[in-house]
């Protein structure tokens, strides 16, 4: 883990993250199917779980910068069908559905000020959970699956004609 990332504003939590990711990440990987078990073994040695775990944690913290911009962006919506935070947190603060502005902007200023309260906590759970509803995991498994079946198919390519030089 670099220092950048030690030191870098927590809008979301990130062991949370990193844990649901690790989940994904490990469930694309299991869910593949190989003709061989010498090809499985080798998918195995390139996606180990520590490797996993490493990925799963890089996203996570991705994903953290990536919702610092998306909370303090002048205009933090997503244009489409999406979930829309100045609606959602609200909703998740006081169950009823409803914009409130100064609720989101007084969760954004607690976040940016590093605020460790207990409801700061939530609002790092709520955003993880969040992202999730909004996003989902497709995009997550598809994207990783595919690159493990390139990896796979860069290896069979290298077997058939005989090169033993993985560059992965």
């Not at 906590?121 to 709520?126: A, G, L, T």
């Not at 959970?129 to 990783?144: K, L, P, R, V």
Request: with cysteine; proline share 1%.
């Amino acid at each position: 883990m670099s220092k950048e990332m030690i030191t870098e504003k927590l809008y979301i939590n990130i062991e949370r993250m990193t844990d649901e990711l690790f989940g994904i990440l490990k469930d694309a990987r299991d869910s593949l199917t190989y003709e061989n078990d010498g090809e499985h073994e080798f998918i195995m040695e390139q996606y180990s779980d520590d490797l996993l775990n490493e990925r799963a944690s890089d996203m996570a913290y991705e994903f953290n910068r990536d919702m610092g911009k998306y909370l303090n962006a002048s205009d933090h919506k997503i244009y489409g069908n999406f979930n829309n935070t100045d609606y959602d947190y609200p909703a998740f603060r006081t169950g009823n559905v409803e914009y409130d502005f100064d609720m989101v902007n007084d969760m954004i200023a607690r976040l940016n000020n590093q605020d460790m309260s207990e409801q700061s906590v939530k609002d790092r759970d709520f955003l993880v959970d969040w992202f999730f509803e909004t996003f989902g995991t497709f995009g997550i498994s598809y994207n990783f699956t595919n690159e493990i079946s390139d990896t796979c198919y860069q290896y069979q390519q290298e077997k058939k004609d005989g090169s033993n030089n993985r560059n992965i």
